[in-house]
């Protein structure tokens, strides 16, 4: 089985940086995504992580340590439209994956 | 144009009714998967299909059925609907044969079990 791992919520302010960590525990680790959503919407691609170390895009940056079952997302600057809830999901085996409940920011001014 | 679509995006339906779900894609995609999203319980895999005749179990299979019509056409079906399958329903596909193992979402199917 699999479990992961991420806060319910966070709140963070305007132009500000913050920090959303993710652990899991999985047998037949194949890769981590993240997934942006907005309230009602479908979730969309932010990043994705196979190797340890950070992986840069633009104002978002993601983060894996494979050895520690631990990843986490960047997010700079932060902007109102950044509002939203942040999914962690794993991939294992042959695409198999399995999504975090997923933590809900608020950006606040 | 979207790249996936689900029909109906609303659907209100009563207990012990049968309903269909539809996906299209027109992104090549071999691979196509059906999602129920939970407030508290995140996206949950409910089938998924990684070619026209390959249809495989997710996690919580149980009192659903998918047909795999084309390639770009996925449907899901609640035979007898129950109140606990109100829920958000979530199409996706992705491709084979790359690294990124990228899931792209429809837009979502609101379903009430009344």
């Known amino acids: 089985g699999q479990n992961i791992d991420q806060p319910t919520e966070m709140t963070a302010t305007e132009g500000a940086i913050v920090q959303i960590n993710c652990t899991y525990q999985?047998?037949?680790?194949?890769?981590l995504f993240w997934y942006q959503q907005h309230a009602g919407e479908a979730p969309t691609f932010l990043s994705y992580?196979?190797?340890?170390g950070l992986e840069e895009k633009g104002r978002f940056s993601s983060f894996l340590s494979r050895s520690k079952g631990y990843s986490y997302l960047l997010l700079k600057e932060l902007q109102m439209k950044d509002s939203a809830s942040y999914l962690c999901?794993?991939?294992?085996?042959?695409?198999?994956?399995?999504f975090g409940t997923g933590t809900k920011l608020q950006v606040i001014p | 144009d979207a790249d996936v679509t689900q029909t109906p995006r609303n659907r209100i339906t009563k207990t012990g009714k049968r309903i269909m779900l539809e996906c299209s894609q027109t992104?090549?995609?071999?691979?196509m998967y059906w999602y129920r999203q939970d407030p508290g319980l995140g996206l949950r895999l409910i089938y998924y299909?990684?070619?026209?005749?390959?249809?495989n179990k997710g996690e919580i299979s149980d009192g659903y059925s998918v047909s795999r019509q084309a390639q770009a056409k996925f449907s899901l079906s609640l035979e007898s609907a129950i109140p606990n399958q109100t829920a958000l329903y979530f199409c996706?596909?992705?491709?084979?044969?790359?690294?990124?193992?990228?899931?792209?979402f429809g837009p979502g199917t609101r379903l009430t079990v009344t």
């Open positions: 996706a596909t992705s491709a084979s044969g790359t690294d990124s193992y990228e899931q792209y």
């Open positions: 999985t047998s037949g680790f194949n890769g």
């Open positions: 992580n196979v190797l340890d």
């Open positions: 999901a794993v991939i294992r085996g042959y695409q198999k994956v399995t």
């Open positions: 992104k090549g995609h071999d691979r």
């Open positions: 299909s990684f070619d026209v005749k390959d249809i």
